[in-house]
């Protein structure tokens, strides 16, 4: 079972920071997901350190397998204290599951989780751990069982507030509206992604708010159990030519989506699996050459080129355009679980120094894309060199 | 008249060294012959890789004849060749 976590956050009117604050962790070792979302008092910088000095000191602790007690006291004692209010202060929403669907959350001071099976809400027991230090503090722990198909919802509280004051919402959206809106999503589109499930969320309680002027930071996390969506990206010509066969094949009987980027590449394959490629020469968008066909192949782009331009869209995602590498990033983040089999070859063409810009060596962009995969869009990448 | 065939490479070392320019010919060819010359693209020709020089990059084909260097004036008169 893959789980597919995405996080959508939304700043306060008028901050320039976001007061709320997201981490997470796939621990492929240990088969687990880590993540953490923290409300940090107050809005702007200063939530913002709250904020994230809680999610990631809390990572830290969990990731260790300390007690989740003594964890959350060692961080509450470490937070510095508001010069207004003499507190210190910041919510948490902590989850660790494995690929088993085996969950454990924790929550102090953010909205109740929501956990969706079908079209219901379930309502899962607690135990309540009171802080010894903070004795309005108490700890929400819960130990559930996921099952493929179940989402969770977690949020900090400008999404159940949004809304706060108007005719339609005098006491805000609350959890009630949230289930609403959410089980109403869920009928238009069952299988909608995470990520599209937490943008609908945030988008939404914005939409709330009077001219859409969010009063406190809004964040929404969501979790999707579901089979894996596999992918493979083929990039690279293999070292020894006498493999061009060999991985051609192991290309051919994948199973999952499939993607060539690099011109020889896609030649490499269409040689060896007589798959013809058609390559229309229309104006391209941007500054990329335009994406190729080919049959049983769902993407086929140019390499070098493409591949920095989807290493730059990955980091940024404001910047994405609808040219070829706006095609692969779509590709790589429709996947959960992505292989790159990436080519040893080198292109002594790309090494001339008459190019008029930089190009950068496979090996290295490629590792770049499969870091931001993991760390920011929390994927399974493998890289496979050949 | 048999058909002249023009192939442009948008590989990567082609592309930067000029032939995104070259779609134009799509355009030009067009309005030019109508439908005796067929234009279309290659992910590569592979003639950077193979050749010793490969600084002649873009490269484009027209039947059998490769252009080094190319550019649209190059492999209009080619074709004016082709078609004489």
């Not at chain 1, 990206?233 to 989506?257: C, L, R, S």
């Not at chain 1, 790159?340 to 008029?356: I, R, S, T």
């Amino acid at each position: 079972m893959f789980i597919d976590i995405y996080c959508t956050q939304e700043k306060k009117y008028n901050q320039n920071t976001y007061g709320d604050y997201f981490v997470s962790k796939r621990d492929p070792e240990t088969d687990r997901l880590l993540a953490v979302l923290s409300d940090g008092l107050g809005s702007g910088i200063k939530a913002n350190i709250l904020a994230s000095m809680t999610a990631t000191m809390l990572l830290k602790f969990i990731e260790a397998d300390s007690d989740v007690r003594k964890a959350c006291e060692i961080m509450m004692n470490s937070l510095p204290v508001c010069q207004k209010r003499k507190i210190s202060y910041s919510t948490f929403s902590v989850i660790n599951c494995n690929s088993e669907g085996v969950t454990k959350i924790v929550e102090e001071g953010n909205p109740q989780f929501l956990w969706i099976r079908g079209n219901e809400v379930l309502e899962p027991d607690c135990d309540i751990i009171t802080s010894e230090t903070f004795k309005n503090r108490k700890m929400h722990v819960y130990r559930i069982k996921l099952k493929e198909g179940d989402r969770l919802i977690f949020c900090s509280d400008g999404v159940t507030q949004s809304g706060l004051g108007t005719d339609k919402f005098k006491l805000g959206l609350r959890r009630k509206g949230l289930i609403d809106a959410v089980l109403h999503k869920l009928k238009e589109d069952i299988f909608i992604s995470s990520r599209d499930l937490s943008k609908f969320i945030v988008e939404f309680a914005c939409s709330l708010e009077p001219d859409r002027k969010a009063k406190d930071d809004i964040s929404a996390v969501c979790i999707h159990c579901r089979t894996p969506r596999k992918s493979m990206v083929f990039t690279g010509p293999p070292y020894h030519m006498e493999k061009d066969n060999y991985y051609a094949n192991v290309f051919k009987d994948f199973e999952g989506k499939k993607a060539i980027s690099g011109g020889t590449t896609a030649n490499l394959i269409s040689r060896e699996l007589n798959i013809p490629i058609e390559t229309p020469v229309t104006r391209n968008i941007g500054k990329l050459p335009s994406v190729s066909y080919m049959e049983g192949v769902d993407l086929v782009t140019e390499g070098i080129l493409t591949l920095t331009k989807a290493y730059e869209y990955l980091e940024d995602e404001d910047e994405m355009q609808d040219d070829a590498a706006g095609e692969l990033v779509k590709f790589l983040l429709e996947s959960d679980c992505i292989i790159f089999m990436v080519g040893a070859k080198l292109n002594q063409a790309h090494y001339d120094p008459n190019l008029p810009i930089e190009i950068e060596i496979r090996k290295n962009i490629i590792k770049k894309i499969a870091k931001v995969l993991e760390d920011k869009y929390v994927k399974k990448v493998t890289i496979q060199f050949m | 008249m048999a058909k002249v065939s023009v192939k442009i490479c948008m590989g990567t070392t082609c592309f930067v060294m000029g032939s995104s320019q070259l779609q134009d010919l799509v355009d030009i060819v067009k309005k030019k012959y109508g439908d005796d010359v067929e234009v279309s693209g290659s992910t590569c020709l592979n003639y950077c890789t193979h050749s010793s020089e490969y600084s002649k990059a873009p490269y484009v084909t027209v039947n059998d004849t490769v252009i080094q260097e190319a550019t649209i004036d190059k492999v209009l008169q080619e074709i004016d060749r082709k078609l004489s």
